[in-house]
């Protein structure tokens, strides 16, 4: 397995700590809204990569976070906790709101089948193994406290400013953006709040917990170290996020971890996801152009068909939703569908012997297609791989037998198909009308066509 790591910017082979395993984390939901389309494709991408790491021989442990407290509207700590913005958009306690949208997250990506983590842990559940880490910092010497909250130091960090190919510190802060309040007790301006303390701004804040620090509530950087070490160790094999995260949330995290453990890396592979964009530009819901997974539902299409689309693009190339491009997306599955179905409809137990070129060509298409999976995910080639599947003239025993090997990567249900409604009447006179087209029997074959049409309302088309 060859993967991007977003750390060093390289093309690397994956070796994982310990042979056979991967441990694996993904920087889950800010549950205060509807999850999108655009969480959509980085999940999808993230549960690409796990299935792949399964196919190619790994056993995956994947855990997966739901920050439901510390998270603010600026990334650089400043700003409002999105929580208590969301309880105030929909009229519900931040309770609540965590709960809803947290559930609404899980079901869309049930939709797009994508795998529910082996861990699922709440921000909310943890602030015991938070604020242990916290006092592992203050041991080190990377803490400090002030009166409105804890800080990281990032000056004690060595490389701390270049992590991700950053420019210096003095160059951009680190990507802390100039916002309404700066606590004027911090020592740089790239500092991070671990731990907020519930007086001035946050005096009112819903959520909050005794510390030594006294009360508040955790930073949104804290909660993904002490979650994915306490569920997979000091040290993991991949991380992934989507790109917004590489100006400071990941920084924030290789820091800390790094800091309070001793150990290096903090994370051996980082994967990130590239955005999408919606019908050119960023999706918004001033342009009208922000899209649910019950959007696409609600226009009639499979969320599968979203799911089938993003597999057309690579995880770090950009791709733009358009409604015609979920149109092709969702007609091209269907054509897919419709093949599998044929297949299955079948004698499956009535294999033949394959000739040596036909033999050559199934192996040839599952080392193709394994070759693909694991060069950085080339999924777009992939699933390429499976449509010469579909137009090669090997066995429809074996096509199938292919297509579904196959799907244990792409994950489009195709496993699941039921072929009890297709006639096996159908299947014969078809079967037959091919023949006599390919002996050059046209009026015959026409005649089938025919047959087809009046007695079962199908409508056959040569092209």
Request: with cysteine.
């Amino acid at each position: 397995m060859k993967l991007y790591n977003s750390l060093t910017g390289k093309i690397e082979e994956f070796k994982p700590i310990e042979e056979g395993l991967v441990r694996m984390y993904a920087c889950g939901m800010t549950v205060y809204d509807f999850a999108h389309i655009g969480h959509g494709r980085k999940y999808i991408n993230d549960d690409v990569l796990r299935r792949a790491l399964v196919y190619l021989g790994y056993s995956v442990k994947h855990v997966q976070n739901v920050t439901d407290v510390g998270h603010l509207v600026s990334d650089g700590d400043e700003g409002e906790d999105k929580l208590e913005k969301g309880a105030r958009k929909y009229g519900k306690t931040v309770w609540e709101v965590a709960e809803f949208y947290t559930k609404h997250f899980y079901d869309s990506m049930d939709k797009l089948n994508v795998l529910r983590p082996d861990v699922i842990a709440k921000a909310t559940d943890h602030i015991k193994e938070q604020i242990d880490l916290i006092q592992k910092l203050f041991e080190n010497g990377f803490a400090y406290d002030t009166p409105e909250a804890v800080y990281f130091d990032v000056s004690h960090f060595e490389g701390y400013a270049t992590l991700f190919g950053r420019q210096e510190l003095e160059d951009k802060k680190a990507a802390v953006r100039e916002e309404v309040h700066t606590d004027p007790n911090k020592k740089n301006p790239a500092d991070f709040a671990l731990w907020f303390k519930r007086v001035g701004r946050f005096s009112d804040h819903v959520m909050h917990w005794d510390s030594p620090w006294g009360d508040g509530f955790p930073g949104w950087h804290i909660e993904c170290s002490a979650m994915s070490m306490k569920y997979l160790g000091d040290q993991l094999d991949i991380h992934t996020g989507g790109e917004d995260h590489i100006p400071v949330h990941h920084p924030n995290e290789i820091a800390q971890s790094e800091a309070a453990t001793g150990k290096h890396p903090f994370v051996g592979y980082w994967f990130h996801t590239t955005f999408l964009t919606v019908d050119g530009t960023k999706m918004s819901k001033s342009l009208g152009n922000f899209y649910t997974i019950e959007d696409v539902i609600e226009k009639g299409y499979d969320p599968l068909a979203l799911r089938y689309l993003f597999l057309t693009a690579h995880y770090r190339k950009r791709i733009n939703f358009t409604w015609d491009a979920l149109e092709a997306a969702q007609n091209a599955l269907n054509r897919l569908r419709e093949f599998v179905l044929v297949y299955k409809s079948k004698k499956t137990d009535e294999r033949t012997m394959l000739s040596a070129e036909k033999l050559d060509k199934v192996d040839h298409f599952r080392a193709e297609f394994g070759n693909y999976v694991s060069d950085d995910l080339k999924i777009p080639q992939a699933l390429a791989v499976l449509w010469d599947v579909v137009k090669s003239n090997i066995p429809d025993v074996d096509k199938l037998d292919l297509i579904l090997n196959f799907d244990e990567v792409l994950g489009l249900r195709l496993g699941e198909l039921e072929t009890e409604k297709i006639n096996p009447e159908v299947m014969e006179l078809e079967d037959e009308r091919s023949r006599l087209r390919a002996e050059g029997k046209y009026e015959e074959a026409d005649k089938i066509r025919d047959r087809l049409a009046s007695e079962f309302g199908i409508k056959v088309k040569d092209k």
